[in-house]
């Protein structure tokens, strides 16, 4: 009978107990599935470290559920600030880090003392990262680094910071950063990652050779071939850039006697021959394109062009084939100077990819090329664009061949053959631009801009030229200064003597036009300067190639300004006639140099614009 009531005090123990667990047990269990999903999106990691791996958005959704589930059901549990942190880090899963950065920010205000802080504070810097706040980012890395130096995410702050610094443009600082991985954590999961990250930053810092010590340890640490082949090219960039072109070479040539050259399809049967795509099937035409490219970078036209068609005959209709056609064609334009053959062996690269890939970028080429040749066939009166002929070829070596020497010479030739013309002095500004800005020869581009400055007054080259004179800093008298004459737009006058005065365009105010001669011509009314201090630089359209170093509205060749524009008359807008010569010269555009009209229609000065081409992206490169 004693021991009944013994269990009885027990199970009512017990029972206690459970109820006074049972709340903690179930908040518990709704953050435990908020971060089972959350580690599923992860893959294991803290977060998404490389968003090009991506994440299962599906999970982090569900984690965002659970988690709110704890800050709604349960605001006084002790995992109040663990759902609300992992809140946030789901949100940068599902690549929102703008609202992770406003979650956490107030993460202190909120929870003042979490012991979560220091953690919070890592992924703000992440979220920084990739909302593209770099400088912040890299910031509040250096504050957690300082507060929490030993933290299980402190490798991945010197990471993350490196690659904010990349994209800043310190790829020293990058470097360095990256370097605390190897030195400190060299277990870490994350080395080869950071290894990575230090290689390309000292390849953007030109220490070339440091670069490919790294490129070699990760091609020694790969586990396929496609990664070992990616870094070897990596090596061959460095190589490259450092102008040790047979080194590379060398390099390449040893890899490629590994490989096994495909035999040339079979293009008996009638059908349209078609590389057999296996795994690694393309490392063979990948190698010999790359060696045509360091040919081509060392100046062997021959032997470039030898390897790119050995690859277009043995991978037709191929990627491969069409980077190596494609590849033909810029060796004809940049090495070889033959515009037209270039032309031809750009039209073939579609054969081989169609319109998409290296297909799209011979046609962006093409444009520029067949716009050259279409002046350059125009009849014994097209003066006008045999002249913009002239400046689409020098601009074509300046920007898209990146030849300013060759440029030069073409810009010279156009001061000769128009001695005493606006063009000539716009040449001369010309060839003054490419001595200051890509040859750094400022003597001699003065003496050709006073030269514009003295001897073609009343052009717009010699307002160009004034304003970059003053822009170093030199002063130019203003007795040497003539405007240019105002251009007027055509007036029928047939109609104006037909017409009375009240049907033509209204000027805001009547005009009086005089009597009429006996030429039915009226006297056109006197323009109207704008005072020099009152003139304002305009801000270019664009800012290509070039701009950098000039001051705001300098414009180069290439780009497109609007004057500004007199109080609207009710007059009707007329724009220049199409095939005018274009302007191949930044022209610093200044306010007094465009003549405000008061009874002809408000102007547009125009620049012809000039298509401008990057050195083509080279798919054959480890950078990826």
Same mark, same amino acid.
């Given at each position: 009978m004693l021991n009944l009531p013994l269990r009885r005090v027990r199970a009512l123990l017990a029972f206690a107990l459970l109820a006074a667990t049972a709340s903690s047990c179930v908040y518990y269990n709704t953050f435990y599935l908020a971060r089972r999903y959350y580690d599923r999106g992860t893959?294991?990691?803290?977060?998404?470290?490389?968003?090009?791996?991506?994440?299962?958005?599906?999970?982090?959704?569900?984690?965002i559920e659970y988690s709110k589930k704890v800050l709604s059901q349960y605001p006084k549990s002790k995992w109040v600030d663990d759902a609300y942190l992992l809140w946030a880090r789901s949100l940068l899963g599902q690549d929102d880090p703008l609202q992770t950065v406003k979650m956490l920010e107030a993460f202190d205000g909120r929870f003042p003392k979490s012991s979560l802080s220091d953690e919070a504070r890592f992924y703000l810097g992440v979220a920084y990262r990739q909302a593209r706040k770099y400088r912040i980012s890299v910031r509040t890395f250096d504050e957690f680094l300082e507060k929490a130096p030993k933290h299980d995410l402190a490798p991945y702050a010197y990471l993350e910071r490196a690659r904010a610094l990349v994209t800043l443009k310190e790829p020293v600082e990058a470097?360095?950063?990256?370097?605390?991985?190897?030195?400190?954590?060299?277990?870490?999961?994350?080395?080869?990652?950071?290894?990575? /990250?230090? /290689?390309?930053?000292?390849?953007?810092?030109?220490?070339?050779? &440091? &670069?490919?010590?790294?490129?070699?340890?990760?091609?020694?640490?790969?586990?396929?071939d496609e990664d070992r082949?990616?870094?070897?090219?990596?090596?061959?960039?460095?190589?490259?850039?450092?102008?040790?072109?047979?080194?590379?070479?060398?390099?390449?040539?040893?890899?490629?006697?590994?490989?096994?050259e495909p035999l040339p399809p079979d293009t008996t049967g009638g059908k349209p021959a078609i590389v057999q795509a296996t795994p690694?099937?393309?490392?063979?035409?990948?190698?010999?394109?790359?060696?045509?490219?360091?040919?081509?970078?060392?100046?062997?036209?021959?032997?470039?062009?030898?390897?790119?068609?050995?690859?277009?005959?043995?991978? !037709?209709?191929?990627?491969?084939?069409?980077?190596?056609?494609?590849?033909?064609?810029y060796a004809y334009e940049t090495l070889g100077d033959d515009f037209e053959r270039a032309r031809q062996e750009y039209q073939r690269v579609k054969d081989q990819s169609g319109q998409v890939g290296f297909g799209l970028q011979a046609i962006d080429r093409l444009r520029t090329l067949d716009r050259i040749a279409q002046f350059r066939s125009a009849?014994?009166?097209? /003066?006008?664009?045999?002249?913009?002929?002239?400046?689409?070829?020098?601009?074509?070596?300046?920007?898209?061949?990146?030849?300013?020497?060759?440029?030069?010479?073409?810009?010279?030739?156009?001061?000769?053959?128009? /001695?005493?013309?606006?063009? &000539?002095?716009?040449?001369?500004?010309?060839?003054?631009?490419?001595?200051?800005?890509?040859l750094n020869r400022a003597a001699e581009a003065d003496s050709l801009f006073w030269n514009v400055v003295h001897n073609f007054p009343a052009?717009?080259?010699? =307002?160009?030229?004034?304003?970059? =004179?003053?822009?170093?800093?030199?002063?130019?008298?203003?007795?040497?200064?003539?405007?240019?004459?105002?251009?007027?737009?055509?007036?029928?006058?047939?109609?104006?003597?037909?017409?009375?005065?009240?049907s033509l365009p209204a000027l805001g105010k009547q005009v009086d036009f005089g009597p009429v001669d006996s030429l039915g011509l009226r006297p056109s009314p006197e323009p109207i300067p704008m005072?020099?201090?009152?003139?304002?630089?305009?801000?270019?359209?664009?800012?290509?190639?070039?701009? &950098?170093?000039?001051?705001?509205?300098?414009?180069?060749?290439?780009?497109?300004?609007?004057?500004?524009?007199?109080?609207?008359?009710?007059?009707?807008?007329?724009?220049? !006639?199409?095939?005018?010569?274009?302007?191949?010269?930044?022209?610093?555009?200044?306010?007094?140099?465009?003549?405000?009209?008061?009874?002809?229609?408000?102007?547009?000065l125009r620049v012809a614009p000039v298509p401008v081409h990057p050195v083509p992206s080279d798919s054959t490169s480890g950078d990826e």
């Open positions: 893959g294991g990691e803290p977060y998404t470290v490389d968003k090009a791996g991506g994440g299962q958005v599906q999970e982090f959704g569900r984690s470097a360095a950063s990256a370097s605390q991985v190897l030195e400190r954590f060299p277990k870490s999961k994350l080395v080869d990652r950071a290894r990575i /990250a230090r /290689a390309d930053a000292l390849f953007d810092a030109q220490q070339f050779q &440091a &670069a490919r010590l790294d490129y070699q340890e990760l091609g020694r640490r790969s586990l396929t082949l990616r870094y070897l090219l990596r090596e061959v960039d460095c190589l490259e850039a450092a102008q040790q072109y047979d080194t590379g070479l060398a390099l390449l040539k040893d890899a490629l006697s590994h490989e096994r690694g099937y393309d490392r063979h035409g990948r190698l010999l394109t790359r060696m045509g490219t360091v040919h081509l970078r060392q100046g062997n036209l021959d032997e470039a062009l030898s390897a790119y068609q050995r690859v277009v005959r043995n991978y !037709p209709r191929d990627p491969v084939a069409a980077e190596a056609q494609y590849r033909t064609g009849g014994g009166d097209s /003066a006008d664009r045999r002249v913009e002929a002239a400046f689409l070829t020098a601009e074509q070596y300046l920007f898209s061949v990146e030849k300013p020497e060759r440029a030069l010479e073409e810009y010279k030739k156009i001061a000769e053959e128009n /001695a005493g013309t606006p063009a &000539a002095a716009k040449a001369l500004n010309a060839q003054a631009w490419v001595l200051s800005r890509k052009t717009e080259a010699q =307002l160009a030229a004034r304003d970059y =004179l003053e822009m170093s800093g030199k002063s130019v008298p203003s007795d040497l200064i003539k405007l240019p004459e105002p251009q007027y737009a055509a007036m029928d006058t047939a109609i104006m003597l037909t017409q009375p005065p009240d005072p020099r201090e009152s003139r304002r630089p305009y801000v270019p359209a664009d800012s290509g190639p070039g701009f &950098a170093g000039d001051t705001p509205g300098h414009v180069a060749p290439g780009s497109t300004v609007r004057a500004p524009e007199p109080p609207r008359t009710g007059a009707r807008k007329t724009t220049p !006639p199409p095939g005018s010569p274009a302007d191949s010269l930044r022209r610093a555009a200044s306010a007094d140099s465009v003549l405000r009209k008061a009874a002809s229609p408000d102007s547009v």
